[in-house]
């Protein structure tokens, strides 16, 4: 009987040793990126797509990526009504030209507009095996700043939820 439970014993302490495997799954929330959904300013209730848009972070050569299987400049470009951008995670503004018609063969058509948001920062734990993520808050009172000029294609900006914290709503609506 003592064997047994001696046994019992030692078996039972080889397995208190094994901690959980930590690895953070592909599916647990990370760093949110800002979503901004475009609008027809004429008609502010109709969604409406952009065309060959690039967006390109302050101080960047490349694009941010829309369309990861692309190659070229494929990859930089999207013709949606919403798009997700990074925010920078270890300052507190982030500036970004948004070029219409990128690449356009007439140059007359490329229209770009440059547009700094405004925000705090907090990181968030997430779990051992995650780490953090940084959730952000867009500034109350200057949220972003847009040059507003005769031939600039952004007419309007509206921040709908200044609280990004998923990527699951609208945070910016712009209206051209």
């Known amino acids: 009987m003592r064997k047994i439970i001696l046994l ?9 040793s094994c901690e959980k495997d930590d690895i953070c799954d592909a599916n647990t929330p990370t760093t ?6 475009f609008y027809d300013f004429a008609n502010p209730s109709v969604l409406k797509n952009v065309t060959d848009l690039k967006v ?19 990859k930089f470009l999207t013709s949606g009504n919403t798009i997700s ?30 547009i700094k948001f405004d925000y705090t920062r907090k990181d968030v734990f997430v779990s ?5 993520k940084t959730v952000f808050t867009l500034n109350a009172t200057n949220s ?33």
């Open 85 to 114: 951008i990074p925010l920078k995670t270890n300052e507190d503004t982030t500036g970004f030209s948004f070029t219409l018609n990128s690449g356009n063969s007439n140059p007359a058509l490329v229209n770009v507009d440059n």
């Open 56 to 74: 390109v972070g302050a101080g960047l050569t490349d694009g941010v990526i829309f369309n990861a299987t692309a190659s070229g400049e494929s």
């Open 32 to 37: 949110p990126r800002m979503v901004i959904t």
């Open 128 to 132: 051992r095996a995650c780490g953090f």
């Open 144 to 176: 972003y700043t847009h040059t507003i000029a005769a031939d600039k294609w952004i007419k309007y900006i509206s921040v709908e939820k200044s609280n990004i914290e998923n990527e699951n709503e609208t945070h910016i609506k712009i209206f051209f």
């Open 8 to 16: 019992v014993l030692v078996f039972a302490l080889s397995f208190s």
